[in-house]
Nanobody
Framework: QVQLVESGGGLVQAGGSLRLSCTASGRAFSNYAMGWFRQAPGKEREFVAAILSGGSTRYVDSVKGRFTISRDNAWNTLSLQMNSLKSEDTAIYYC???????????????RGQGTQVTVSS
């Protein structure tokens, strides 16, 4: 059984930075995508960023140039560096691994419980 544990969330002022981490116990999913999703209050969960099996990355337009996704070589730790944070980035952030389609939450094999990110304006 794979478990994902997110950390690094918190309260930050607009314009600030946070770094989220996600540690996976158990098997590594080097042939699948690893990704970050978020869900703001009253909104549907949305794709944020993913790193594909070959190492290429994908981002939702709203975070391009501000967020950077990375992972360690063992595919056990996924990170999301978030810079120039805005109030609209406030959400619960979830990591996921084993993704068959990088931007489809339901097609990830394993998903974390989430970490809260709050950006104050």
């Amino acid at each position: 059984q794979v478990q994902l544990v997110e950390s690094g969330g918190g309260l930050v002022q607009a314009g600030g930075s946070l770094r989220l981490s996600c540690t996976a116990s158990g098997r590594a999913f080097s042939n699948y995508a690893m990704g970050w999703f978020r869900q703001a209050p009253g909104k549907e969960r949305e794709f944020v960023a993913a790193i594909l099996s070959g190492g290429s990355t994908r981002y939702v337009d709203s975070v391009k140039g501000r967020f950077t996704i990375s992972r360690d070589n063992a595919w056990n730790t996924l990170s999301l560096q978030m810079n120039s944070l805005k109030s609209e980035d406030t959400a619960i952030y979830y990591c996921a691994t084993g993704g068959a389609i990088y931007n489809k939450w339901d097609l990830y094999a394993y998903r974390g419980q989430g970490t809260q990110v709050t950006v104050s304006s």
